[in-house]
């Protein structure tokens, strides 16, 4: 009977630091959470815990990217959109934790967005990487010209 009942526990405490293994994650990086994002007409800026900050000017982006992961970033999300201004300017924004309403208003007003492909591009499964937009006339940051 003792046995049995150190077989259980064994059991209990092996699926407790399996589901905290799961959360806690030594490659999470805290000064990486957003501490604040806007988005207005003109650009989206976000700042990090640690004081970093990456901004994209709306007149400047020439491609966006959907990235999905499946494990969470810092702020939680297991998707963001990459704002490419170029290869070394833009923006993370990360989705499903408190801003998709406001970047997607702003992304749905640059010439050619297609709401519909974001959606379906946010209906696949993780890891992914999908350019969901290209500025008309130009061949993106990750393209070689």
């Given at each position: 009977m003792?046995?049995?009942?150190?077989?259980?526990?064994?059991?209990?405490l092996?699926?407790?630091?399996?589901?905290?293994?799961?959360?806690?994650?030594?490659?999470?990086?805290?000064?990486?959470?957003?501490?604040?994002?806007?988005?207005?007409?003109e650009?989206?800026r976000?700042?990090?815990?640690?004081?970093?900050?990456?901004?994209?000017h709306w007149?400047?982006?020439?491609?966006?990217e959907?990235?999905?992961?499946?494990?969470?970033?810092?702020?939680?999300?297991?998707?963001?959109?990459?704002?490419?201004?170029?290869?070394?300017?833009?923006?993370?924004?990360p989705l499903?934790?408190?801003?998709?309403a406001?970047?997607?208003?702003q992304?749905s007003?640059?010439?050619?967005?297609?709401?519909?492909?974001?959606?379906h591009?946010?209906?696949?499964?993780?890891?992914a990487?999908?350019?969901?937009?290209?500025?008309?006339?130009?061949?993106?940051?990750?393209?070689?010209?």
């Amino acid at each position: 009977m003792i046995d049995i009942i150190t077989l259980v526990v064994a059991a209990i405490l092996l699926v407790v630091m399996i589901r905290w293994m799961r959360t806690w994650s030594p490659r999470r990086n805290p000064g990486s959470v957003t501490a604040q994002l806007s988005v207005d007409d003109e650009s989206v800026r976000r700042t990090m815990a640690d004081g970093r900050e990456e901004t994209a000017h709306w007149r400047d982006v020439t491609e966006i990217e959907l990235v999905q992961t499946p494990v969470k970033t810092a702020d939680g999300a297991t998707e963001f959109v990459m704002l490419a201004e170029d290869e070394e300017h833009g923006c993370l924004v990360p989705l499903g934790v408190g801003w998709d309403a406001d970047v997607t208003r702003q992304m749905s007003r640059l010439p050619g967005f297609d709401l519909r492909k974001f959606d379906h591009a946010r209906g696949g499964r993780a890891p992914a990487r999908t350019v969901i937009w290209q500025r008309p006339g130009t061949s993106g940051p990750g393209s070689a010209d």
